[in-house]
């Protein structure tokens, strides 16, 4: 398993929840970050995105109220949601947009999902 994603659940209207995306040294260190974001029915949308160098981007739809940030010396990226509404209910997936260019490789990596409920 190249991405490890954890710290979904269960979190009311307005509360707060961080999401973990664990992920090898070489694949951190090559790779732009991303949290993606799927319901049933609809395609998968990034929410969040972080590169090598911690320049990040986010969707309309969540753009001042989440956070994505880095911790290279974890090996480890995080989503943090703040004032979650139920439309944030879903499946979010960690993702890594790897690039190396010395062997050279590129390759997309995904985490297994986990799952946000905004309820109350």
């Known amino acids: 398993v190249q991405l490890q994603a954890c710290g979904g659940g269960l979190v009311q209207p307005g509360g707060s929840l961080t999401l973990s995306c664990a992920a090898s040294?070489?694949?951190?260190?090559?790779?732009?970050m991303e949290w993606y974001r799927q319901v049933p029915g609809k395609q998968r949308e990034m929410v969040a995105s972080?590169?090598?160098?911690?320049?990040?981007n986010y969707a309309d739809s969540v753009k001042g109220r989440f956070a994505i940030s880095r911790d290279n010396a974890k090996n480890t990226v995080y989503l943090q949601i703040n004032s979650a509404k139920p439309e944030d209910t879903a499946l979010y997936y960690c993702?890594?947009?790897?690039?190396?260019?010395?062997?050279?490789?590129?390759?997309?990596?995904w985490g297994q999902g986990t799952q946000v409920t905004v309820s109350s």
């Open positions: 972080i590169t090598r160098t911690g320049a990040t």
């Open positions: 040294r070489r694949i951190l260190s090559h790779s732009t």
């Open positions: 993702s890594a947009d790897f690039l190396d260019v010395v062997t050279p490789e590129a390759a997309r990596y």
